[in-house]
């Protein structure tokens, strides 16, 4: 069933590509030379749908420049300070159950939150998760100081959201407890959104932290690639060696 869901979304991202296409195209046609600035509104509207369905939608939109540095940069770190499990996680199917009954279930979320801490081998007694109806600055945040998660309510519309800001707020608990952090803020939140990446929670990110996380569909794909690549050009430098 999720596989069918996410071959529809690629067929909807393709039909909304060419509509788009079908429509610059028809204005760029018809264009009045003497209104050219009356047109401008809507082209800029539609190479920015073009260009938001591409990246968000299909994922195929190129990552740029200095993003492919900021992710090399990340991997690197993470390759030489954490081994990486090649193992893919998945939620129990109790919990599962649970959450698809009812996605504010907080003892279910609370279960979910050790289980994946649990998962990349770092002790999770001191975690708590809420959820909050009055959290409207970001979609979840994680406390250093009582080890709690909370969970907005008003950004996570679907159970998909929810367990991938559930993901990223527990992993700000794991690197903490890994030690894994760099020097900037910035870098950290990417850092968090990559580690779920790195330690197998790929599937639950790439369905529901579009459109909450600092990632795009296709800044995950290139960073997956690179991920399962990695390993390839080290053997080759070894190799050169």
């Known amino acids: 069933m999720r596989r069918l869901i ?3 979304s690629y067929l909807i991202g393709f039909v909304l590509v060419g509509l788009i296409i079908y429509e610059l195209v028809n204005v760029l046609l018809n264009l009045n030379t003497g209104r050219v600035l009356s047109y401008v509104p809507d082209i800029i509207c539609y190479i920015g749908g073009l260009a938001f369905v591409l990246s968000c939608i299909l994922g195929i939109y190129p990552v740029s420049g200095a993003k492919k540095e ?13 081994e990486r499990k090649e193992e893919k996680y998945k939620i129990p199917a109790e919990i599962m159950s ?17 289980d994946i801490v649990s998962f990349c081998d770092v002790d999770s007694t001191d975690l708590s998760i809420k959820i ?12 250093s100081e009582t080890n709690e998660i909370n ?8 159970l998909d959201e929810e367990l991938a800001v ?16 760099l020097e900037s803020r910035e870098k950290n ?6 580690a779920t990446l790195y330690f197998g929670f790929d599937e639950y990110i790439n369905r529901g932290y579009i459109l909450v996380g600092y990632l795009k569909r296709n800044e995950i794909r290139y960073i997956k690639k690179m991920i399962r690549e990695y390993p390839l050009y080290e053997e080759d430098e070894t190799d050169e060696e």
Not at 151 to 158: G, V
């Open 166 to 181: 559930v993901i990223h707020e527990c992993m700000h608990y794991i690197l903490r407890e890994k030690r894994l952090w």
């Open 70 to 82: 900021l992710f090399d940069e990340i991997l690197e770190f993470l390759f030489e300070s954490e």
């Open 98 to 114: 649970r959450l698809k009954k009812d996605k504010r279930d907080e003892e279910a979320l609370y279960l979910l939150a050790k």
């Open 189 to 194: 939140e990417f850092l968090t959104d990559i």
């Open 151 to 158: 969970i907005s309510i008003a950004h996570t519309r679907t």
């Open 132 to 143: 909050q109806q009055d959290l409207v600055e970001a979609a979840g945040t994680y406390n």
């Open 6 to 8: 996410d071959y529809l």
